[in-house]
């Protein structure tokens, strides 16, 4: 995979700070299985970015892993996202910004939350869907 090709930082406090980062993301990703409004994808995402500048071995361990390593490996290496991943990321993002417009009074905070979900569902929508397996 291309992740050989990104150097690992070599500065210990940027390397710990990242792998902060990553196992904080790798916890709220994983909170994010069984709470609804919190998304899992964007945080094992930036989990992985993380691990990949900081740890090899973490990158490998959570991109192996027989749960998560699929979703990274398949989104990795271009095959797509299957058409179920895709309508579960865009119905559970929808919902919770929804939820969050109807608590959130101010107008421009709205309209940022709205204007972001219109794109990434753009994103989501424009990634090559995967055959069902």
Known sequence: MAHRDIPAYRNPLVRYLLLAVGW????????GIFVPVLPTTPFLLLAAA?????SRR???WLVMHPRLGPWFRDYLEGNGIPLKGKVYAIGTMWLS????????PLLWARI??????????LYIL????????
Request: hydrophobic share 50%; glycine share 8%; aromatic share 12%.
């Open 24 to 31: 904080l993301s790798v916890a709220l990703g994983f909170i």
């Open 126 to 133: 424009h990634l090559k869907t995967r055959p069902s397996r």
């Open 112 to 121: 940022g939350m709205l204007t972001s979900a219109t794109l990434v569902t």
């Open 97 to 104: 910004i929804g939820i969050s417009c109807w608590l959130v």
């Open 50 to 54: 993380c691990f990949v500048r900081s």
């Open 58 to 60: 973490f990158y490998d």
